[in-house]
């Protein structure tokens, strides 16, 4: 028993440095240089939790209290229109965030869902903590803006494709660019961030194979 215990103590301690080192990665990605020591009391600010699949983070109605940087998994952000369909508007992979910004910074109700599309594995900072971490590490302000400034990047382009390419062309066009991403999202989450029915992605699928 106690030999089982370790082997589970060990497994844990080693997963958790390996996500710890994830987010050290990432960091370094974005040109953030800080010494381990900085690195472990930034560290500090942050929880890493495991959620289930299909887990909701947040739902409409509730305040946005905690920003996720995804080290395993994959989360998605939509909302349930007056037809109660649901619309997916933003996916988010490994290394990625994601947050209600509105919700999170102006501390009002959201009108999204976030949710686990896999068991997922994040590393997690409450509103507060972010502002104190910002407050006694200004380096992570610079860290921050960089990942708003490319998701904002990302989403000007998903619109101009939004209102330039056809249906059919914008799904040609995320599966050239995104092909692993598009086989590990399920279609009918596909479909919903395409604003398709799943049942016209199918067709579209078929004709692709004939």
Known sequence: MNRHFAFLFNFAFINHRNMC????????KLSVTINNE???????????RTFVKKENLLEE???CRHNYLVLKGLLRKFFINEKGTELTTEFAIETWWMTDN???????PSEFYIQTVEKSELLVIS??????LLEQFPVMEKYFR?????????NQVRVKYIYSLSKEDFYFNLLKKQPAFVQRVPQYLIASFL??????????????IS
């Open 21 to 28: 080192q994830i987010f050290r990665d990432h960091l370094a």
């Open 38 to 48: 900085e690195f472990e009391k930034i560290l500090s600010f942050f929880e890493i």
């Open 61 to 63: 109605g509730q305040v």
């Open 102 to 108: 509105m919700s999170f910074e102006h501390k009002t």
């Open 127 to 132: 509103n507060e903590a972010q502002e104190k």
């Open 146 to 154: 960089i990942v708003y400034q490319r998701a904002y990047a990302a």
């Open 195 to 208: 604003g398709f029915t799943p049942e016209y992605l199918s067709e579209i699928r078929k004709r692709i």
